[in-house]
T-cell receptor, first 117, second 114 residues
Framework: GAVVSQHPSWVICKSGTSVKIECRSLDFQATTMFWYRQFPKQSLMLMATSNEGSKATYEQGVEKDKFLINHASLTLSTLTVTSAHPEDSSFYIC?????????????FGEGSRLTVL | AQSVTQLDSQVPVFEEAPVELRCNYS??????LFWYVQYPNQGLQLLLKYLSGSTLVESINGFEAEFNKSQTSFHLRKPSVHISDTAEYFC????????????FGKGTRLSVIA
C-alpha cells in the first residue's frame, strides 16, 4: 500500500527556535497534502492544505507566518514551526492524496510529536 | 461544509463483548466516510471506508460499519472485542469530488476490559 513518511517522529526544542517537519509520499506522487494538528486527547484539526507548486491555504485561525508550509515537489511537503513556544507543543500529522485519485486515496503519515521547552 | 459527531467520548466494554461506536455526519452533498484507529503515540490507521456501492463495509480485523443515508450515520461495530482493540477511534467525512481534506469527529476512546 501507499506509504507516507514523516520525519522526525519526535522533536524537542527550546523556545524561540524553529523546527521543520517533513512529509514524504514514498511510493506515489501527491499533488495535495494536508497538515493536521492534534492536542492531547483531542481530535485532528486541519491546519492547512498544501498544493504542489503553489502557496498553502490556511484554515481560519492558523498563523501562516508561524506555520510555514512548502510543497516544492510531488513527494515532499514541509511544515516549519517558526519561533516555537510551549503552546506549539502538539502532535502534527500530514496526509497525502495520490495524484489523480481524489479523497478516496488519502494516506496519513505516522505523525510528529513536537515538544517545546 | 461537512461535520461529524461522535456521540460517545469513551466506551468501556468487557473483552469478547460486542461494541458499537456511533458516528453521525452532516453534509449537504454526498460524502465519503471513514473510520480510523489511533493507538497511543502513533499516527492514524485506516480501519475501513465507504466510498460507494455496498453500504456495509468490513475491515480485516472484524470491524464493520454501515452507511445509513436516511439516518446520516456510519456506526462502527464489532461482535467480539479483544484487549488489543483498546484505542482511540475517529470517524471522518469528506466530499467525493476534488482533493478535499477529511473532517474528523472528536473521537471515541474504546477501552476493553479483561
Amino acid at each position: 500500500g501507499a506509504v507516507v513518511s514523516q520525519h522526525p517522529s519526535w522533536v524537542i526544542c527550546k523556545s524561540g527556535t524553529s523546527v521543520k517537519i517533513e512529509c514524504r509520499s514514498l511510493d506515489f506522487q501527491a499533488t495535495t497534502m494536508f497538515w493536521y494538528r492534534q492536542f492531547p486527547k483531542q481530535s485532528l484539526m486541519l491546519m492547512a492544505t498544501s498544493n504542489e507548486g503553489s502557496k498553502a491555504t490556511y484554515e481560519q485561525g492558523v498563523e501562516k507566518d508561524k506555520f510555514l508550509i512548502n510543497h516544492a515537489s510531488l513527494t515532499l511537503s514541509t511544515l516549519t514551526v517558526t519561533s516555537a513556544h510551549p503552546e506549539d507543543s502538539s502532535f502534527y500529522i500530514c496526509s497525502a492524496i495520490r495524484a489523480g485519485a481524489g479523497t478516496g486515496e488519502l494516506f496519513f503519515g505516522e505523525g510528529s510529536r513536537l515538544t517545546v521547552l | 461544509a461537512q461535520s461529524v459527531t461522535q456521540l460517545d467520548s469513551q466506551v468501556p466494554v468487557f473483552e469478547e463483548a460486542p461494541v458499537e461506536l456511533r458516528c453521525n455526519y452532516s453534509s449537504s452533498v454526498s460524502v465519503y466516510l471513514f473510520w480510523y484507529v489511533q493507538y497511543p503515540n502513533q499516527g492514524l490507521q485506516l480501519l475501513l471506508k465507504y466510498l460507494s456501492g455496498s453500504t456495509l463495509v468490513e475491515s480485516i480485523n472484524g470491524f464493520e460499519a454501515e452507511f445509513n443515508k436516511s439516518q446520516t450515520s456510519f456506526h462502527l461495530r464489532k461482535p467480539s472485542v479483544h484487549i488489543s482493540d483498546t484505542a482511540e477511534y475517529f470517524c471522518a467525512v469528506s466530499r467525493p469530488s476534488g482533493n478535499t481534506p477529511l473532517v474528523f469527529g472528536k473521537g471515541t476512546r474504546l477501552s476493553v476490559i479483561a
